[in-house]
């Protein structure tokens, strides 16, 4: 879909058009990444179509096993980028660090915890499972950030390997005692903004001016609109 059309399925591609791939094939995430692209660079470069991985054939998800923000972005990165030669890729990695916990979840923050079975927890699950490490710890100690790291890969003319663009994002707050709200995802429900409310409780423009991965994006925003100004279309798939 392009930048300026409305968010929802992938729509066909229109001809001629710059493409920039979302390596991620978590739907909340598609859709905060689809909305942040389309407000950061939607006046600059209006025909740059914004496709998920969503059905893609041959597409595994890769191991996340960096040791930090930036290497498993740039793992997620690669391995889309290896499918789409002459796309633009974006992926991201995120994670909340809690003062009182060393820094954890951090880079692990959505494989952490399990359940009873030893399988992954969900989003729901993971704020118990911290909520539960967190009990009985005082207001004053329960000072926590959301980081996240944006990596861009923007192809280059003939052989050469696309160029990398990094962007850091991070916000600070503290984690909750309870998990409350609608809005968005992963630890949103218990986390704080400095002024009180949760990131789930904000509208989605609040949350993508002062969230972490808006500012991941926005740091990456020049880069990329300035490769779809001009840039060839890629071929169809």
């Not at 025909?47 to 054939?57: P, Y």
């Not at 890769?62 to 499918?83: F, T």
């Not at 950030?145 to 663009?165: I, K, N, Q, S, Y």
Request: charged fraction near 25%; glycine fraction near 12%; hydrophobic fraction near 45%.
């Amino acid at each position: 879909m392009s930048v300026g059309r409305a968010a929802g399925a992938d729509d066909p591609l229109e001809a001629g058009a710059p493409r920039l791939r979302l390596a991620s094939s978590n739907p909340h995430k598609v859709e905060e990444l689809r909305r942040l692209v389309r407000s950061v660079i939607g006046q600059r470069a209006p025909r740059l179509e914004v496709e998920s991985l969503r059905g893609v054939a041959g597409y595994r998800a890769p191991a996340e096993d960096g040791a930090d923000y930036r290497a498993n972005a740039e793992i997620k990165m690669r391995a889309a980028a290896a499918l789409f030669p002459g796309e633009a890729v974006l992926a991201d990695d995120s994670g909340i660090e809690v003062d009182v916990l060393g820094g954890e979840p951090g880079v692990r923050s959505n494989r952490w915890a399990t359940g009873p079975t030893g399988a992954p927890l969900d989003g729901a699950g993971l704020n118990a499972a911290l909520l539960a490490r967190l009990q009985g710890v005082p207001e004053d100690r329960r000072t926590a950030r959301m980081v996240c790291v944006v990596g861009l890969a923007l192809p280059l003319p003939g052989p050469e390997t696309p160029r990398l663009v990094f962007g850091f994002g991070a916000v600070l707050g503290r984690i909750a005692h309870d998990a409350r709200g609608v809005g968005g995802f992963g630890y949103d429900a218990v986390f704080l903004l400095e002024d009180g409310r949760r990131l789930s409780e904000v509208a989605a423009a609040v949350k993508d001016q002062r969230g972490h991965r808006g500012q991941a994006v926005r740091a990456v925003a020049a880069a990329l609109a300035d490769w779809a100004i001009g840039a060839p279309a890629p071929p169809r798939t």
